[in-house]
C-alpha cells in the first residue's frame, strides 16, 4: 500500500543481511521497488477521493462546459491517519463554458504525495457538447498535460545505510499525458465514462533504461441520479467504478440526502476498503463545503485512525444563458 512504502525498503534491507547478500542494495533496486509498490499491492496508480461527485471534471474533462457558469473546486485529502508518510492528496480545477458556442474549457493541478514519492500534474482540457434526445445531452472531452514522478532519496530510512547515493538524491521524470472522456447528462442525471494515462509511458527516473515500470491505463465510470422528495428534500444516488489493468476493479457507491439545496449528509461505500461519512454546506448557491470521513475495513484499520478530505467550492456568475 502506498502509506507503507518506507517500511517495504527497510523490510528489503533487512532481509538482504539476513541472507548473508552482499550488504549491498543498489539504487535502481530500490527505486523499482518503490515505483512496481502499487501494482504488487492490487492499488491503483491514481488518487482516489471519497467526494469524486463535486469535482468529478478531474475524473472526466468532458464535464467541462456543461454547466453555464465557470467553477472553482479544491480537493485536500488526508488518508490513513497515524500511519507515517502516508498519503495526501491535493487538487485544484477550474472549469466552464465558452459563452456562446457549445464547448468548455479547463484544466487542474494535482499532488499526490506518499512518504518519498509523489506525483504533480497539469493539465488543460477542451470539451464540446451537443443535443443527444429530449432534455439530455452529450458531451465528449479531451485532456493533455503534464505528469512528474519524483523520489526523494533523502526521505527513504534503511536500516543499513549502505548506498549513500540513494540517500542524497532527489531525481525526477516528466512524461506527457493524455485523457479522454464522455459524458451524457441532464437537469437530473449524468453517466460518464473516461480513460486516463493513455501513453502508457515508461518511468526511468534514474536513466538506468530498465523500463521496468509504467503508467497504467486508468477507467472510470460514473453515474449519479437526483430523485426529488416533496419542495425541500432529494435524494441523490452516486457511484464510481475505477478499474486498471491487472488490479481489481473498484466501486465507491455513495447517498446523499439534500435539504433545500443547502444541507447535506451522506454515506458511502468503498468496496474492499472503506465506509464513509459525508457532511457538507451551500451558501448562497455560490460557495460550497464539504466534509468526509473514512473507516476502513481493510487489515490497515488497526493502524490508522481513518481518512479525512476536505472539499472547498465556488460558482462564478453564469456567462452563457
Known amino acids: 500500500m502506498r502509506g507503507m512504502l518506507k517500511d517495504m525498503v527497510c523490510l528489503r534491507s533487512s532481509l538482504s543481511r539476513k541472507r548473508g547478500l552482499p550488504h549491498m542494495l543498489s539504487m535502481t533496486a530500490v527505486v523499482i521497488m518503490l515505483l512496481c509498490l502499487p501494482s504488487l499491492t492490487g492499488a491503483q496508480q491514481l488518487p482516489v477521493y471519497t ?35 502516508a498519503p495526501q492528496t491535493n487538487s485544484l480545477s477550474v472549469y466552464g463554458p465558452h ?52 523520489v526523494d532519496g533523502s526521505k527513504i530510512v534503511l536500516l543499513d545505510p549502505f548506498d549513500p547515493a540513494l540517500q542524497n538524491t532527489v531525481a525526477s521524470a516528466f512524461s506527457p499525458d493524455a485523457t479522454v472522456g464522455l459524458y451524457l447528462y441532464s ?78 449528509l451522506g454515506v458511502s461505500f468503498r468496496s474492499k476498503d472503506a465506509v464513509s461519512f459525508l457532511v457538507g454546506y451551500t451558501h448562497e448557491n455560490r460557495f460550497h463545503f464539504g466534509y468526509s470521513y473514512d473507516m476502513s475495513f481493510s487489515p490497515i484499520r488497526h493502524h490508522n485512525s481513518g481518512s479525512h478530505e476536505i472539499f472547498v467550492g465556488m460558482r462564478f456568475n453564469p456567462v452563457r444563458r
Open 51 to 85: 467526494q469524486f461527485m463535486f469535482n468529478s471534471y478531474v475524473f472526466n474533462p468532458a464535464e467541462a462546459g456543461t454547466h453555464n457558469f465557470y467553477q472553482v473546486r479544491l480537493n485536500n485529502r488526508f488518508q490513513w491517519i497515524g500511519i507515517p508518510d
Open 99 to 150: 459563452t456562446e458556442r457549445d464547448m468548455g474549457f479547463g484544466g487542474y493541478i494535482f499532488n499526490d504525495a506518499t512518504g518519498p514519492t509523489s506525483r504533480n500534474g497539469l493539465y488543460g482540457s477542451y470539451a464540446y457538447n451537443l443535443p443527444a434526445w429530449g432534455n439530455v445531452r452529450l458531451s465528449m472531452g479531451l485532456s493533455a498535460g503534464i505528469l512528474q514522478n519524483r
Open 187 to 264: 437537469s437530473d442525471f449524468h453517466v460518464g465514462f473516461s480513460a486516463h494515462q493513455l501513453f502508457i509511458n515508461k518511468l526511468n527516473l534514474f536513466d538506468e533504461g530498465t523500463g521496468l515500470n509504467r503508467l497504467k491505463a486508468h477507467f472510470y465510470l460514473t453515474g449519479g441520479y437526483r430523485y426529488y422528495i416533496g419542495p425541500d428534500f432529494a435524494l441523490e444516488p452516486s457511484v464510481i467504478v475505477r478499474g486498471s489493468t491487472p488490479t481489481p476493479v473498484q466501486a465507491d457507491i455513495n447517498l446523499r440526502a439534500h435539504y433545500q439545496d443547502l444541507l447535506w
